[in-house]
């Protein structure tokens, strides 16, 4: 198994993993807007004093998800891989979060959105089919309302759907006067650097490396409907 290291900070989650040798560890806590203050000590925390000059690679979550939570697990990303001369390995978080959902208990085969809050007044998302054990992604990272991905849902079978991330409340909301199928949210799923990490290390041809300069996080949507402070929702 290679020696990696894994992060993801798309979301309101700061979540580290990895794998050195015989050591492997995780660690993935919600933290919303403080994964800047947090990540280094986490790191810290996951490595528990093993040699980083062992990694052969760093695999790193680049969303979609939060602007300045993208900018952080790039920024740490890049960082460590110049100072150890090795290389990245981009990941979605949207299927990141899917592997989660699939691996836990309350996984059932069929059809999974994968959501995560883009507070603009919409959400990202990703379809995918998971049927005997395997996650097959069915298009790539959208931005969008759930007008624009009834036309995606719609050029498939679907009699059940599983709903997960930040915006799965929210978007069944929407969705259940448009379709006439069962659906079930799961919001309280994140992306984990875990699953990344295992993923790459069980399918290495299917997450190819690149340089650290390479490294850009996944802006989907190419105008951002900034607000001001006053007129964004209130959080609870």
Same mark, same amino acid.
């Given at each position: 198994?290679? /020696? ?14 990895? +794998? ?12 919303? !807007? /403080? ?9 810290? @925390? +996951? ?40 290389? +990245? ?10 592997? +989660? /959902? ?9 059809? &999974?959105?994968?959501?995560? @809050?883009? #507070?603009?007044? #919409? ?23 759930? $007008? ?12 059940? &759907? ?9 978007? &069944? ?10 659906? $079930? ?6 992306? !984990? ?8 290390? $069980? ?12 490294? #850009? ?13 006053? $007129?964004?929702? !209130? !959080?609870?």
């Amino acid at each position: 198994m290679p /020696a990696l290291l894994s992060l993801d900070t798309s979301t309101d989650a700061c979540s580290l993993a990895c +794998v050195l040798g015989g050591y492997s560890a995780d660690c993935h806590k919600l933290l919303p !807007r /403080a994964h800047n203050r947090h990540i280094l000590t986490m790191l810290d @925390e +996951v490595t528990a004093g093993q040699s980083l000059s062992a990694l052969e690679g760093i695999v790193c979550g680049i969303g979609p998800g939060s602007f300045t939570g993208l900018r952080v697990a790039t920024g740490v990303a890049q960082g460590l891989a110049w100072a150890l001369s090795v290389p +990245v390995i981009p990941f979605c978080s949207l299927m990141s979060q899917a592997l +989660v /959902a699939c691996s836990d208990s309350e996984a059932v085969e069929g059809y &999974l959105l994968s959501t995560i @809050e883009a #507070q603009t007044g #919409q959400f990202y998302w990703r379809l995918f089919d998971y049927r005997k054990g395997s996650l097959q992604p069915l298009g790539e990272p959208c931005l969008g309302v759930p $007008e624009q991905l009834l036309g995606k849902l719609n050029a498939f079978s679907i009699d059940s &759907l599983q709903v997960i991330g930040s915006a799965a409340t929210i978007v &069944l909301q929407m969705l259940r006067p448009m379709l006439s199928i069962e659906m $079930e949210a799961r919001p309280a799923v994140r992306p !984990r650097a875990s699953a990344a990490l295992q993923y790459a290390c $069980e399918y290495p041809s299917e997450c190819p490396s690149l340089p650290a300069e390479q490294l #850009q996080p996944l802006y989907v949507q190419t105008d951002i409907g900034w607000k001001k402070l006053a $007129e964004q929702p !209130r !959080r609870a």
